[in-house]
């Protein structure tokens, strides 16, 4: 009985599916569809401003109470920032960025930087031995989720950084900086190592360089 029961279930719902299956291509299919694309932005917005509020907590406890949302420059002294906690650095936390500074010696266990949509910004100066655990290293080790990404910053003009910063990082990404006229890293006739083994990737609207 109970088997007659299941085959008269399954027949029951081949035939509603045969007889509506346009309905569910036109407007089932594409309602999954559009409820798993908004599911996974608000996933990864939410995920954003979570990095974001990581970053000022962490900034503020290894720089000091002076970090607010709302600065204009950011001077982080040198050997600071070094604690396992700090993985991600997502400055977006900080909308009103003028400028950028970093002594040497920090942020060695970061594995990923993004200055990203920061419209203000406009000075970036990092010294040596920044975000990298291979200070003054001739043979960084390999790390493929170190990542640099500078994208969406409309002013920024200058960009340095010091000998050995960034050498274990895979990926470093400059997009739409169209303002920018100064990039710098290590020095010119010494062993420097920055991004050591990434391809230098710079991108805008009109043109494309690696």
């Known amino acids: 009985m109970r088997k007659e029961v299941k085959k008269e279930r399954r027949r029951v719902r081949r035939e ?77 936390v900080f909308p009103q960025l003028k400028s950028i500074e970093i002594g040497n010696e920090c942020f060695e266990n970061v594995n990923k930087v993004k200055l990203i949509g920061l419209n203000q910004l406009e000075r970036v100066v990092i010294g040596m031995n920044c975000f990298t655990r291979e200070k003054n290293s001739a043979w960084p080790d390999y790390n493929p989720h170190r990542h640099f990404y500078l994208k969406n910053c409309e002013r920024l003009r200058e960009l340095k950084m010091g000998r050995y910063s960034f050498s274990d990082y895979t990926v470093c990404r400059i997009e739409n900086v169209p303002s920018l006229e100064v990039i710098e890293m290590g020095d010119l006739n010494r062993e420097s190592l920055n991004f050591y083994y990434a391809s230098l990737e710079l991108k805008s609207d009109s043109q494309r360089v690696n």
């Open 16 to 92: 509603w599916c045969g007889k509506n299956w346009k309905w569910i291509v036109s407007y089932v299919i594409p309602g999954l569809i559009l409820a798993i694309v908004l599911y996974s932005i608000s996933i990864s917005f939410i995920v954003s401003k979570l990095q974001q509020q990581i970053t000022l907590n962490h900034l503020s406890e290894c720089v000091g109470s002076s970090i607010t949302k709302d600065m204009t420059e950011l001077v982080v002294p040198s050997n600071r920032c070094n604690s396992r906690k700090i993985k991600v650095l997502d400055f977006r």
